[in-house]
């Protein structure tokens, strides 16, 4: 090749390039697809003052992270202690999060702003967990701390919706009149975990907090106290407290009050006279274990017994059986010694009883119904190891949330050959006045605990025509 064919050849070469490099360059660029998720939380990489800075003065904290941020409820999750008047205002932009103080802060004092599930990234939603800054504005942060536990009184549940508050008057009042010095929440568990306490005596409570005044407003709150004054030093031992409702005695009485009927306009109502009324029967058979109830639509105006006859299977009347009515007068109970399947017949006439709205059988009907078998249910034993017969244990066991069954305890074996099938969750009472039920505490004036229950994790599940045997470790 001479030599200007070859120089020839190394400009086309040279142009060639430089039109691939430029369209190169022209391109739209297209972003990689793919890869794996997202899985991390952000991470704090400065904070403006930073984190457990001594001798604090500023009226605002500036966080930043290696992503962008954004703020979850923040009036909701982030817990400041020792409370202040006047709560923070906290604003995510970009990769930062901004806290403005609103408050005065006290000389010498430690504070936490704990930031709970607030902070995530804002692609994925992963959250900082327990992200929590410090500062005091003396010379040393305060490092005292205090554990604990809080138990749902009547269930012997761990409870984690309640907030845990520190004191610093014994008065009763201060429950209801003052926001307390220190606030904390509960984990999962039902644990709490005070940190960068001062150092003195303190009263300790757990309350349902759904207002967010940090005040006990009402007997429909979760209410929980420690029996004595805590006084914060090193090494403070962990304390339980056991929340419970109060009774409420106006709102039972509102309860319990008959209401007056109300009249419908509907026509097809009106023109329907018959008592509506249902029956606690399985599938047509009577349980062995309780009554035959009748519950009634609207409450009895009117109601005759001896409208009703209780016969056998040959209409033969039977005798030593009751009927009673309860106090909301919308339930009758018939009460017999029930014998394992058998026929008998109720004959209820027409005037056998009347509700407030005026509405009565229709016509003299007979109700036909049968006894359950014994084998229909289960032999059941249960042996207690490690009860405390002291303490008046009482057997509860219950059914979505409800009890079924309840029984005292007088000896660590329990023993019933008739007992309805199912599954149930076991539970302890210590019933420490013997009256057989859960009795709920009063912290005004009288500071008395609830009596106490313990829920065992063991399930039991009753199964017919079978012996149940069942051992429980307490």
Known sequence: MNGSVFTLFLAFVFIVFITATIGAGCANPIAPSGGPKDTLAPVMVDAD????????????????????VVLDNPHG???????????????????????????????????????????KDNNEGNIIKNFTYV???????????????????QTGQSDSTLIVMLHRSGADSALIKEKPRYITKLNNQGNFHFKYLAPGVYYLY??????????????????????????????????????????????????????????????????DKRLKF????????????????????EPLKNFDSS???????????????????????????????????????????????????????????????????????????IRFNNIDLSKKPVLQLI?????????????????????????????????????GIWDTGEFFQKHRQPEKVIAIPKKLSVKAGWDNDVTVEL
């Open 49 to 68: 003052p930073l984190d457990s800075t001594l001798n604090f003065n500023s009226k605002k904290i500036v966080f930043a992270f290696d992503e962008y």
């Open 77 to 119: 999750n982030l817990v400041v202690s020792p409370v202040p008047k006047t709560d923070p205002v906290a604003e995510s932009k970009l990769r930062t999060v901004t806290v403005k103080i609103k408050d005065t802060l006290e000389p010498n004092t430690t504070y936490s702003y704990d930031f709970g599930n607030a902070i």
């Open 135 to 153: 500062f005091s504005t003396g010379k040393y942060i305060d490092s005292l701390e205090l554990r604990g536990h809080v138990i749902n009184a």
């Open 206 to 271: 757990a309350l349902k907090d759904e207002s967010g005044q940090k005040k006990y407003l009402s007997k429909a709150q979760l209410l929980a106290f420690s029996g004595k004054p805590i006084t914060i030093g090193q090494n403070n031992p962990a304390d339980t407290l056991y929340a419970y409702l109060e009774k409420d005695d106006e709102k039972a009485k509102t309860s319990s009050a008959t209401k007056p009927a109300t009249i419908k306009a509907d026509k097809d109502k009106e023109k």
């Open 278 to 297: 249902t029956l606690n029967l399985d599938n047509g058979q009577q349980d062995l274990l309780g009554n035959l109830e009748f519950t009634f639509t």
């Open 307 to 381: 409208k009703a006859q209780f016969t056998d299977e040959n209409f033969k009347p039977l005798t030593k059986y009751t009927f009673a009515k309860d106090t909301s007068n919308k339930k009758l109970t018939l009460t017999y010694k029930w014998t394992e399947s058998t026929a008998f017949n109720l004959i209820v006439d027409k005037d056998f009883a009347e509700d407030s709205s005026g509405k009565k059988i229709a016509r003299t009907d007979t109700l036909k119904f049968k006894t359950k078998r014994e084998i229909d249910y289960g032999n059941l034993s």
């Open 399 to 435: 059914q979505s949330d409800a009890i079924k069954f309840s029984s005292k305890l007088t000896s660590r074996d329990f023993h019933d050959k008739l007992f309805r099938p199912g599954d149930y969750d076991i539970r302890i009472l210590y019933d420490s006045n013997d009256n």
